[in-house]
């Protein structure tokens, strides 16, 4: 079947750096989204990886590993605004997006 | 940007009602849409998509009959919710893309809609 791990909850310190993982087993991939979704909210577009490698885009960065099926999203500097739930998702060989249950990031100040 | 619209955005009814979800796309034309359902601290489910003008797709384990899609015009979906029950009660949520299905173009997310049955 299809699967994708990541952790249900964080917590980090607020001007600080926290990693979210992203593990996948799919039935072929056509790419890695990160969305960000606050709570009661849709989620919004974060980041979309299809080669492996690091992409950064401001505070947030993502990294992709197709021969692992591993993804991080990296966040620094974090603010409290950063509070959310992150969200992986895989496209699959379909072009069907399959999603993670979403990781709740705490910010403490 | 893309923008899309979902209303109402929240609606509580009583239990054996019917409630329709629009879904908007409100500065392109969406071939496809897609509807969500996301229940408290899990992750969406997809329920179905949708191509304008024709059938859609549902999911396995999604009521055809339950939940009605209409996909009139290439700016407006909706999903009907029919005899809802107390477990119907969810948050969801549609996206729209102005590609076929074939490919991936991004998706973009309505706000979602809250619905309560009592």
């Known amino acids: 079947g299809q699967n994708i791990d990541q952790p249900t909850e964080m917590t980090a310190t607020e001007g600080a750096i926290v990693q979210i993982n992203c593990t996948y087993q799919?039935?072929?991939?056509?790419?890695l989204f990160w969305y960000q979704q606050h709570a009661g909210e849709a989620p919004t577009f974060l980041s979309y990886?299809?080669l492996d490698g690091l992409e950064e885009k401001g505070r947030f960065s993502s990294f992709l590993s197709r021969s692992k099926g591993y993804s991080y999203l990296l966040l620094k500097e974090l603010q409290m605004k950063d509070s959310a739930s992150y969200l992986c998702?895989?496209?699959?060989?379909?072009?069907?997006?399959?999603w993670g249950a979403g990781t709740k990031l705490i910010i403490k100040p | 940007g893309a923008v899309v619209s979902q209303h109402p955005s929240r609606v509580i009814c009583k239990s054996g009602t019917s409630v329709k979800i629009e879904c908007r796309s409100l500065?392109?034309?969406?071939?496809?849409m897609f509807w969500y359902r996301q229940f408290p601290k899990q992750s969406l489910m997809l329920m179905a998509t949708?191509?304008?003008?024709?059938?859609?797709?549902?999911e396995q384990g999604v009521e055809k009959d339950k939940f009605l899609i209409n996909h009139a015009s290439l700016t407006l979906s909706t999903l009907t919710v029919t005899s809802a029950h107390p477990e119907d009660s969810s948050f969801y949520i549609c996206?729209?893309?102005?590609?076929?299905?074939?490919?991936?173009?991004?998706?973009?997310f309505g706000p979602g809609t809250r619905l309560t049955v009592l």
């Open positions: 996206s729209a893309t102005n590609g076929d299905s074939g490919s991936y173009n991004e998706q973009f």
């Open positions: 500065d392109f034309q969406a071939t496809t």
């Open positions: 949708s191509n304008e003008g024709s059938k859609a797709t549902y």
């Open positions: 799919t039935s072929g991939f056509n790419g």
């Open positions: 990886n299809v």
């Open positions: 998702a895989v496209l699959d060989s379909n072009y069907q997006l399959i």
